[in-house]
């Protein structure tokens, strides 16, 4: 008897200790941010990483969890970390973007994430969020079904992240500071990458191509991120179809189609069924960009490699992808984007509408002194939302509201441009300079919220990608030309919009999104091409608590990172 017991004891123990190994293994990461040299386009550098790789580790959830990581600072400048698409409810402490929620994590120093999921199911991304560091440091997340449920589809017979990204031969943090001090675009990446590989096309990179092997007459799932610095993309697969079933870790009712086209921020779960002979095809990426603005023109490349028994052919067929600057395809592929809103996946599209914000997405000029700069003019090159370009503060915002520290941030963002004119139509010389200032907007707790992003055709028209945090929304509309109050709202979709975190603004025309502003804090808006951000295309949203404990934020963890007094 005694003897049993203490068996059982032991045993019991085994299976408390496997459970915790199994719990901390999956919920508790370490990681560390440190420099590695890396060789791609017949050049070596050293980049920012996450524990070595390029791109960083991959996290995996199921919905509704909550998992931390601790990042170990030992690279050579301060660093945050955001995740992308996780809206954290009440917890904008982890959020991450630099001087907004946080200020950085020093080298030397380490921070504890806390990243709480909730309604995402689908692919989500982490990244940095500090300057240009995301071009290299960055991963994916994966967010599996709860326990219990499954995908709304038949279950892939096995699944791949595909991670779109940039690569400089320059020093990031080179090309975007050098650009900021003359006032010019900054130079365009050297490569696109598909997981961290550049490709056949590209010199010196054909022996390292990715490669995707695949069985014959299989479904595969393709998780898809875009984490290029500052172009949309085509993706394509050559003689394959994709069947697009989730965008922003929500579903969409399937589409079958011969390409994709996904701006930077946004990540699509696409179906590949295997159904050609047994060969090699290339998967493609190359650049969407309808604006008269510099971009990277090469295609990155991975092989799509069946197995079995035959001899490697001598050509690989590539997709035929749009050119760079077919609207017409990137719009009849993003029209047919729209929620799956079943039973199992529910929509609830906000139509109690209490803030409704009008805002001009531009690209500005500000002046230089005795006309120095390289940019349009002999000026710097700037850009805005409702002509304010935002100054990023040195105390963190949600510092500042929490703590009630003064002089950091103005809550006057404005609800309306400050000037009404044709702003798709000829561009008047005064209206291009904007203001510059830190300025956030505050929303009730609970209230639903309309934002329409008017593109405008100041200095360089071209499609933004905007991106909230915190939130999912609906995108209900979009159109060319400036936004009609009384006719654009009758073609706005309430039935089954797509819910994303990050939507093109079709250049020189509008776009419509809703939300509802259920969760306090304060969440960064930006536009998602990192030379825009750079430039001030962002603002700030302070959600006020709510009156019940579940309704406000909660209180900081021990140990934010210090702001310097720089
Ligand atoms: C990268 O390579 C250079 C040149 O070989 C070397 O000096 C440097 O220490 C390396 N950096 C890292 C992080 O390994
Ligand atoms: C830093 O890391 C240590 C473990 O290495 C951990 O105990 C500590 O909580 C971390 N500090 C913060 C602020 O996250
Ligand atoms: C940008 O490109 C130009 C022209 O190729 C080059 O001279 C310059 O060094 C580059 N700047 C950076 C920061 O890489
Ligand atoms: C791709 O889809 C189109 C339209 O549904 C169809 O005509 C075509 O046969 C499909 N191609 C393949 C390779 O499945
Ligand atoms: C792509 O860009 C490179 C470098 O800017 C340029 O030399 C080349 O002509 C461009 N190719 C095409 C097809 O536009
Ligand atoms: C592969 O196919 C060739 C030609 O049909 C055959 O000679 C060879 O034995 C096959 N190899 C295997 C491993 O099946
Ligand atoms: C698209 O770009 C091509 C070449 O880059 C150019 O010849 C063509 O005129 C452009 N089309 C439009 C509508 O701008
Ligand atoms: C876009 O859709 C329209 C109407 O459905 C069609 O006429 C056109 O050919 C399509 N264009 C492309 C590039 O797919
Ligand atoms: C954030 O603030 C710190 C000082 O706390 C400053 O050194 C840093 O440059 C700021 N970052 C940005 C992106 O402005
Ligand atoms: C605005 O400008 C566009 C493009 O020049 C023009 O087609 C349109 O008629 C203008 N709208 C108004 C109201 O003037
Ligand atoms: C445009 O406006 C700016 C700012 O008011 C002014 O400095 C500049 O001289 C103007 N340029 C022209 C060509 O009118
Ligand atoms: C609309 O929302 C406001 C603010 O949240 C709320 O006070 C009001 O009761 C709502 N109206 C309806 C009809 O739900
Ligand atoms: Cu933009």
């Given at each position: 008897m005694a003897g049993f017991n203490k068996m059982g004891c032991i045993l019991t123990a085994f299976l408390v200790f496997m459970f915790l190994q199994l719990c901390s293994a999956t919920r508790y990461y370490d990681w560390v941010l440190q420099e590695k040299n890396f060789t791609r386009l017949c050049s070596t550098k050293s980049i920012l990483t996450v524990n070595g790789g390029f791109p960083g580790p991959a996290i995996q959830v199921h919905k509704g969890e909550t998992i931390y990581v601790n990042i170990r600072n030992q690279g050579l400048y301060g660093v945050t970390i955001h995740w992308h698409g996780v809206k954290q409810p009440r917890n904008p402490?982890?959020?991450?973007?630099e001087n907004i929620t946080q200020c950085p994590i020093q080298p030397g120093s380490n921070f504890t994430y806390e990243v709480v999921f909730s309604s995402e199911e689908g692919t989500l991304w982490w990244h940095a969020h500090?300057?240009?560091?995301?071009a290299t440091v960055h991963g994916a997340i994966v967010v599996l079904p709860a326990a219990g449920t499954t995908y709304p589809f038949a279950t892939p017979y096995a699944q791949q992240t595909i991670i779109l990204a940039s690569w400089f031969k320059a020093d990031v943090m080179e090309v975007i500071n050098s650009a900021l001090a003359t006032g010019a675009d900054p130079n365009t990446s050297d490569a696109f990458t598909i997981n961290g590989q550049p490709g056949d096309?590209?010199?010196?990179?054909k022996a390292s191509t990715y490669r995707l092997l695949v069985d014959y007459g299989k479904t595969y799932m393709l998780r898809i991120i875009?984490?290029?610095?500052?172009e949309e993309q085509f993706f394509a697969i050559a003689n394959h179809n994709l069947t697009v079933v989730t965008q922003d870790a929500s579903y969409i009712k399937p589409i079958t189609t011969p390409y994709i086209m996904i701006t930077p921020g946004q990540t699509m779960d696409v179906l590949v069924t295997t159904?050609?002979?047994r060969s090699h095809y290339y998967m493609a990426s190359t650049a969407y960009n309808d604006g008269d603005v510099p971009y990277h023109n090469g295609t990155t490349t991975a092989i799509l490699q069946y197995r079995?028994?035959?001899?490697?052919?001598s050509t690989t067929p590539l997709p035929n992808l749009p050119i760079h600057n077919d609207t017409t395809a990137a719009d009849n592929f993003t029209a047919r984007?729209?929620?799956?809103?079943?039973?199992?996946h529910p929509i609830s599209v906000p139509t109690n509408i209490t803030t409704r914000i009008y805002m001009t997405v531009s690209i500005n000029e500000r002046i230089c002194a005795n006309a120095?700069?390289?940019?349009p003019n002999n000026n710097a090159i700037a850009a805005s939302l409702n002509n304010i370009s935002f100054d990023t503060p040195s105390i963190d915002i949600l510092q500042a509201y929490y703590r009630g520290i003064?002089?950091?941030?103005?809550?006057?963002?404005?609800?309306?441009?400050?000037l009404f004119f044709n702003f798709t139509g000829e561009v008047v010389n005064s209206t291009k300079y904007p203001t510059f200032a830190t300025k956030a907007k505050f929303l009730k707790y609970g209230e639903g919220v309309e934002i329409i992003f008017q593109g405008t055709n100041l200095v360089a028209p071209e499609n933004h990608p905007m991106h909230l945090h915190g939130f999912s929304f609906y995108l209900v509309g979009t159109g060319y030309g400036n936004f009609n109050?009384?006719?654009?709202?009758?073609?706005?979709?309430?039935?089954?919009p797509p819910e994303a975190n990050t939507i093109g603004v079709p250049k020189n025309g509008w776009a419509t999104i809703r939300f509802v502003a259920d969760n306090p804090g304060v969440w960064f808006m930006h536009c998602h091409l990192e030379r825009h951000a750079s430039w001030g295309m962002d603002t700030v949203f302070i959600v006020r608590n709510g009156n019940t404990e579940e309704s406000k934020l909660r209180p900081p963890p021990a140990h934010m990172p210090p702001c310097s007094k720089s």
């Open positions: 402490w982890s959020d991450g973007p500090s300057d240009w560091t995301r096309l590209y010199s010196c990179s875009n984490a290029i610095m500052n159904n050609q002979p079995g028994n035959y001899s490697t052919p984007v729209k929620s799956l809103a079943s039973k199992a120095s700069c390289a940019g003064n002089g950091v941030f103005q809550g006057n963002f404005p609800s309306n441009p400050p109050k009384a006719t654009s709202p009758k073609t706005y979709n309430l039935v089954d």
